[in-house]
């Protein structure tokens, strides 16, 4: 895990924080997030058949799953992040999930952070050697014994939003902060 630190000492000193990725490398930072269990977070995940699995694995590592997204109930779970946020703290988003496009920040990311006064920490991942599967996002699975990197952004702040220009323009700011971090393969 790598630039950590900050972000963690936010949220000791009461502070809130929303950990941010791509829907293409979440999946090698679910057996190192379990870490984050005590703090019981939020994670919010699709109502599809492929989300069933992943709330299961979230679940069981000590992650809250609230289960929504842009295409089916997402309003809902919206809220409830927004609550489960302001209560525990610490809540992640998969920015682009679950269809797309890749490398696309969905705006809900940006209502959630600002609604629940929380920072958003953009987080990113990589691995020595993974396979790359042929999706709409060229979703990432390391393999096996290889090295795994987490490696967390600057925290940004959401507090600054007071107009429909801002939210677009720190909308656009993430996304332009996160893109290049994507892996083409």
Same mark, same amino acid.
């Given at each position: ?20 990725? /791509?829907?293409? =490398? ?5 057996? #190192?997030?379990?870490? #984050? ?24 590592? $000590? /992650? #809250?799953?609230?289960? $929504? ?47 629940? $006064? ?12 993974? /396979? #790359?599967?042929?999706? /709409? ?26 107009? =429909?220009?801002?939210?677009? =323009? ?16």
């Amino acid at each position: 895990m790598e630039n950590e630190a900050p972000w963690l000492d936010h949220l000791s000193k009461g502070g809130r924080v929303l950990l941010c990725t /791509w829907h293409q =490398q979440f999946a090698p930072a679910i057996r #190192y997030f379990k870490k #984050y269990s005590p703090y019981n977070p939020g994670l919010m995940i699709s109502r599809s058949a492929d989300g069933e699995v992943i709330a299961g694995v979230a679940n069981r590592t $000590g /992650w #809250y799953t609230v289960r $929504g997204s842009s295409s089916r109930g997402g309003r809902a779970a919206l809220h409830e992040m927004i609550e489960r946020l302001k209560e525990t703290g610490l809540a992640a988003h998969i920015l682009d999930g679950p269809r797309g496009p890749a490398g696309i920040v969905k705006p809900g990311v940006i209502y959630l952070a600002n609604a629940a $006064g929380a920072v958003i920490v953009p987080f990113y991942a990589s691995a020595r050697s993974a /396979w #790359y599967f042929n999706s /709409w996002d060229r979703f990432m699975l390391p393999k096996p014994f290889t090295r795994v990197t987490i490696r967390f952004g600057d925290m940004i702040s959401c507090s600054d939003i007071s107009s =429909q220009e801002d939210f677009e =323009q720190k909308r656009i700011f993430l996304e332009a902060t996160m893109r290049p971090s994507l892996h083409c393969a």
